[in-house]
């Protein structure tokens, strides 16, 4: 992983959780949040919580004397999480490393991650942080993005900027979020942390974009994607933005769109 992709800030964290969010990440937060709401948990820590979608729907399926600690390590994405959860006396929003979690051992009914664990430098030495968290019979819940092609709209805004940049094209989509999916590796990685049992399964959906423009937008000026364009191409980003809107017009039409979206759910316990 390139270390400037677990960067989210300037004017990222907005247009991530305004347009981001509802295309591809709330159906999937949803799901995880019915999967650790049925096993009424009293205490749960969120690890990436970005700007707070899977806190959000944990928020609405958790009972009162619930708590949630939602870390993450960019300030500025929890300062957009933090605006909208701040009157929720259950919620701690708090800035953490997953590789170096500030918490004691065995305080967490659930450890939850929605789409972070890509991010990981190490990732046994963090699964390992999340299980040394755990009280008995605790789990580790987390989802990661499946291949690029399973995903649409990424691979075609992926492949848009690759005709734009041949010699050099950004890939952090393939790089990053969709880049570990291999579920063997997934299964070895938290054995070799410490986890027992382990369970995945494939979750299809349809994402719903408003155009191909908005959608083009999302991904090109609202992940890190954004910087590989401005590195490439200093005040070329809107550029790579028009390119990107042409290409998903050409596949999906004109209008609102819709493309596949797929993910692997991962619930691991001791």
């Not at 990440?25 to 049925?38: G, K, N, P, S, V």
């Not at 205490?43 to 399926?61: D, K, M």
């Not at 399964?201 to 910087?227: D, F, L, W």
């Amino acid at each position: 992983m390139n270390t400037n992709d677990a960067v989210f800030a300037g004017a990222i964290p907005d247009l991530y959780d305004r347009f981001l969010v509802p295309l591809i990440f709330q159906t999937y937060a949803d799901d995880l949040a019915e999967r650790i709401a049925a096993a009424r948990p009293k205490r749960l820590l969120e690890i990436a919580a970005g700007t707070g979608a899977l806190t959000r729907a944990l928020a609405a399926r958790l009972p009162a004397d619930a708590t949630i600690i939602a870390t993450d390590l960019n300030q500025p994405m929890l300062d957009r999480a933090i605006a909208q959860q701040a009157d929720d006396k259950r919620i701690t929003f708090q800035i953490a490393d997953a590789m170096a979690l500030p918490f004691e051992d065995g305080g967490f009914d659930v450890v939850a991650c929605q789409f972070g664990v890509m991010f990981f430098p190490d990732k046994v030495k963090a699964y390992r942080e999340a299980l040394r968290l755990l009280r008995p019979g605790g789990r580790y819940v987390f989802n990661v993005w499946d291949a690029l092609p399973a995903n649409v709209f990424a691979e075609t805004v992926t492949m848009a900027l690759g005709a734009m940049f041949p010699e050099d094209p950004p890939l952090f989509m393939a790089r990053t979020p969709h880049g570990h999916f291999d579920q063997a590796r997934i299964r070895a990685d938290l054995t070799a942390a410490g986890f027992g049992s382990i369970d995945m399964q494939t979750v299809a959906r349809i994402s719903h974009g408003g155009s191909a423009r908005e959608v083009a937008m999302t991904y090109c000026q609202g992940t890190p994607m954004r910087a590989e364009i401005e590195t490439r191409r200093p005040g070329g980003l809107m550029e790579a933005t028009d390119k990107a809107a042409e290409a998903l017009e050409r596949r999906f039409g004109s209008g609102p769109i819709e493309g596949a979206i797929r993910a692997i759910v991962v619930e691991a316990m001791p």
